[in-house]
T-cell receptor, first 114, second 117 residues
Framework: GNSVTQMEGPVTLSEEAFLTINCTYT??????LFWYVQYPGEGLQLLLK?????DKGSNKGFEATYRKETTSFHLEKGSVQVSDSAVYFC?????????????FGKGTLLTVNP | GAGVSQSPSNKVTEKGKDVELRCDPI?????LYWYRQSLGQGLEFLIY????????KSGLPSDRFSAERTGGSVSTLTIQRTQQEDSAVYLC???????????????FGAGSRLTVL
């Protein structure tokens, strides 16, 4: 089946630290990959996406590269801010007939301290 | 509307009562999804609508759960005879189209937090 595994949190960093949240996936087809972010008290928002191998998604200083050979889509940011504190979800979505369904990882809580 | 609206934002109910959760998707979005977010469980897919029909109900946990969508717009998720394990945040999302649009972005609502006492 399809699944997403992301590093367990919580992750606590100081402001301006480097962030990596690991995400690996298992898929029966060729998925599109996503990172969603959930700020406190809000719904999930798309952070970035990549639809094919070697694509790099980027937004708000965050980046993730679609690595087919390692089935990974790790999220990185060079210098985190307090406002980045949120829960981050990695997700995949298959192409073809079952491409309506997002399969999520369990989420990683990030707390950034000033 | 401008975003996906869900109501109520919070619902506290007694075990055994029925609850209805409402989702108003973005205008023009034909695809609508319900997910459940439980503590420690991440996000579970419940049901997918394309228009008014639900080609995939595979994620509904039991026959106490049902959902409908009318007019290709508003959807209602109904939980009958609620149990404590139903306590969770129920998230609705919508997107343009469904099939053959694998990179379509889902826009989520803020969720309905259900607490069953």
């Amino acid at each position: 089946g399809n699944s997403v595994t992301q590093m367990e949190g919580p992750v606590t960093l100081s402001e301006e630290a480097f962030l990596t949240i690991n995400c690996t996936y298992t898929a029966t087809g060729y998925p599109s990959l996503f990172w969603y972010v959930q700020y406190p008290g809000e719904g999930l928002q798309l952070l970035l996406k990549a639809t094919k191998a070697d694509d790099k998604g980027s937004n708000k200083g965050f980046e993730a590269t679609y690595r087919k050979e390692t089935t990974s889509f790790h999220l990185e940011k060079g210098s985190v801010q307090v406002s980045d504190s949120a829960v981050y979800f990695c997700a995949l979505r298959l192409s073809g007939g079952s491409n309506y369904k997002l399969t999520f990882g369990k989420g990683t809580l990030l707390t950034v301290n000033p | 509307g401008a975003g996906v609206s869900q109501s109520p934002s919070n619902k506290v109910t007694e075990k055994g009562k029925d609850v209805e959760l409402r989702c108003d998707p973005i205008s023009g979005h034909t695809a609508l999804y319900w997910y459940r977010q439980s503590l420690g469980q991440g996000l579970e897919f419940l049901i997918y609508f394309q228009g008014n029909s639900a080609p995939d109900k595979s994620g509904l946990p039991s026959d106490r759960f049902s959902a409908e969508r009318t007019g290709g717009s508003v959807s209602t998720l109904t939980i009958q005879r609620t149990q404590q394990e139903d306590s969770a945040v129920y998230l609705c999302a919508s997107s343009l189209g469904g099939v053959n649009s694998g990179a379509n972005v889902l826009t989520f609502g803020a969720g309905s937090r259900l607490t069953v006492l």
